[in-house]
Every structure is written in C-alpha cells, then in structure tokens.
C-alpha cells in the first residue's frame, strides 16, 4: 500500500505539468501548428474576353483555421506552367505583372502586397514578396473563403497562346531551390519571431482552374454528300 501511495504522489508533478500545457495551448490566441491550417489558392483564372495572349488570375491565402489568428509577416510565390501556350514565343522577364494597388485587386496593406513578378527562367513565374513588417504589423489573414486576396496578376505573352492548349499552372513547394523559386508563407507566432510554414502543391497550395486558351472547335464534317 505504501509502494502504491509513493507512485501516486511520484506522478502529481508530472500530471500538475500536463494539465498547465494543456490549459496553455487552449489559451494560445496565434497561429496554426499543422500545414493545413493555411491555404494559398490560385483562382478566378480567365482569358479575359476579346484577348488571345493574355491570362488574368488571383492569388488568395486563407486561414483554415478558424479558432486562431493567422498573422501574415511575409508571402511569396513560386508558379510553374506550360511552355506549350506560347506557341514557339521567347519568355521574357515582364510577362507577369501584378495589377495597381490603386485598382483595388489586393486586400493586404499596399506595403505588403506583392507588386513584382519575373518570369525570366523558362516556364516559371516568380512573384517576389514583399519586406516584413514586424510583429505588431502582422496581417490578420481572412478565415472566410476564399480569404485575402495578395493580388491579381497579368500574364501576356508576345504572340496568340497555341489554340486549345492550357496554362497547367503548379505551385512550386517551400522547399523548392534555385532554378526553382519557392512558394513561401511566413506568419508572427506568439513569441513575435517571423516563422515560415511548410507549402505543398495540391495540399495547401491549390490551382482552381485550367482554361482552354484561343478555343477552336473542330470543323464539321458534313454528314451526307451529292
């Protein structure tokens, strides 16, 4: 009985520590701790009418997590796509520009919404982010779809896109090396140090459409001939 009751008393500071981690993480006010508790979603993706060569698409973060504050500190972008669209045309490094501020197609501070984008390496876009503002300037980002809209962007390429081909656009992941361009998140956790969450296509970095460019339809062949 004695043995019993030594063991008992041996783990009251071991359970007094788990219930005080416990009552700490439901008070924590910040921050997702899985790389699903974000999302950035590439979307509204248009050949805008009366256009051959140009595509038109919103970049949106999200936060998937509704019982935490997600405050953004930095985004950048890293998109692939199909060289196949330019139908035989060279890339160049302007072919992607994000759209004015003053227009309205970004919902983050104008100091902190991307306003550069290159495409010099082959058949990848590059959209740079922007300097981190510091802790208390963090961005609270949106948890209602689609969530906040970091831009809209323009691409134009020099000729016609290639009839009926598609842009399949891809994000690249946060681990993603030069030539590549990583796509990356980073938000203020409680202790105010700027961290970077892990981005994965097709997990928590999603393309929401792929257009049919300058679509043409295939000549009718007649049925019956005299």
Not at 106 to 128: C, K
Not at 145 to 174: K, Y
Request: net charge neutral; hydrophobic share 45%; proline share 9%.
């Amino acid at each position: 009985m004695r043995k019993l009751l030594n063991r008992m008393l041996r783990m009251v500071p071991l359970l007094a520590l788990v219930l005080s981690f416990a009552h700490t993480s439901a008070q924590r006010p910040y921050g997702p701790m899985a790389e699903t508790d974000f999302q950035i979603t590439m979307t509204n993706i248009v050949q805008p009418a009366g256009t051959n060569n140009i595509i038109e698409f919103d970049l949106y973060i999200l936060d998937t997590d509704p019982s935490q504050v997600l405050p953004m500190a930095t985004a950048q972008f890293g998109i692939n796509f199909n060289l196949g669209i330019l139908n035989g045309a060279a890339t160049t490094t302007g072919m992607t520009v994000a759209l004015p501020y003053s227009e309205g197609f970004s919902d983050l501070p104008s100091s902190m919404a991307p306003n550069g984008a290159s495409t010099l390496a082959s058949g990848l876009i590059r959209i740079a982010g922007r300097a981190a503002p510091g802790c208390l300037d963090g961005f609270p980002i949106s948890n209602a779809a689609p969530g906040t809209r970091a831009n809209r962007f323009r691409f134009t390429s020099s000729v016609p896109f290639a009839p009926n081909s598609t842009p399949n656009f891809v994000f690249t992941s946060s681990s993603a090396t030069n030539p590549s361009y990583a796509t990356r998140f980073a938000w203020y956790n409680p202790g105010c140090t700027n961290v970077q969450l892990a981005v994965v296509p097709g997990v928590n970095a999603i393309i929401d459409g792929n257009p049919i460019l300058n679509l043409r339809l295939p000549a009718l062949i007649p049925l019956f001939t005299t």
